[in-house]
């Protein structure tokens, strides 16, 4: 065999790999327990692991696999984020549609750039201090109730948070390069807390409370050609039209804010107005 070794499965071949392999994957093998699976373990130049669409619900027998950069455990059965505090050199972490209540056992996982946990049960965003290096950070598809537990993430650049129980658009204001944010499928009923965001150039807020006719007034999903989102002359005129026939309580379908700026610029005007 050389320089070769089995990935074996309870007895069962999966993989012959060489031993200097920095990819492995084993995705779609029914595997229950990583315990397991024999060889990958010894795989001590391994970069990428694929363990997604298993039937795993426990992780564990990854601590050798210390120059680990890329982990995915995506679709499978997995109740707690636990061991992984040997892999400080991950950068990325998949753990989409699985059963985590809560975020937790990543602390030491510093260098991590990209953090999805869409579509499990938490209901709380917390334990992500330390992750200073977050780039890409999915939430999405979960329990959430409040938008908390972000202030260190001064580097965030995409966030997503549709799918949830929001109320209420607050805990944004450290996340200054933040580029694009999802707060579709939520219960928002006003446009506010985002005056800090500059970078933002895409914003998502269908079907939440907000009536269809004000994301109409505001450009909704059309780009106002000639608009200059920097020019405070501009937005007198950003949210002129005439669809006076659209109701008012309708709730936004499918809208994304082609001028984020210039959206969140004029709900601030407007709630100055009324007051």
Known sequence: ??????????????????????????????????????????????????????????????????????????????????????????????????????????????KLRDLKLSGNRIAEIKGLDTLVNLRLLYLDDNKITEIKGLDALVGLQDLNLEDNQITEIEGLDTLVWLQSLSLGNNQISEIKGLGALKALGYLTINNNQIPKSLVDELGGTSHKAGYDPNDPDDFDDYGDNDNTDEEEDEDSEGSWISNPRAFVAYCAKKRELVK
């Open 1 to 110: 065999m050389g320089n070769t070794i089995q990935i074996t499965l309870k007895g069962k071949v999966l993989k012959e790999v060489n031993v200097t392999e920095t990819n492995l994957d084993l995705s779609f093998h029914k595997i229950v327990d990583i315990e397991q699976i024999r060889g990958f373990d010894t795989l001590q130049k391994l970069r990428s692991l694929n363990l997604s669409n298993n039937l795993i619900t426990e992780i564990k027998n990854l601590e050798h696999l210390v120059n680990l950069h890329y982990l995915y455990l995506n679709n499978n059965q997995i109740a707690e984020i636990k061991g992984l505090d040997a892999l400080a050199n991950l950068h990325i972490l998949d753990l989409r549609d699985n059963q985590i209540p809560e975020i937790k056992g990543i602390r030491a996982l510093v």
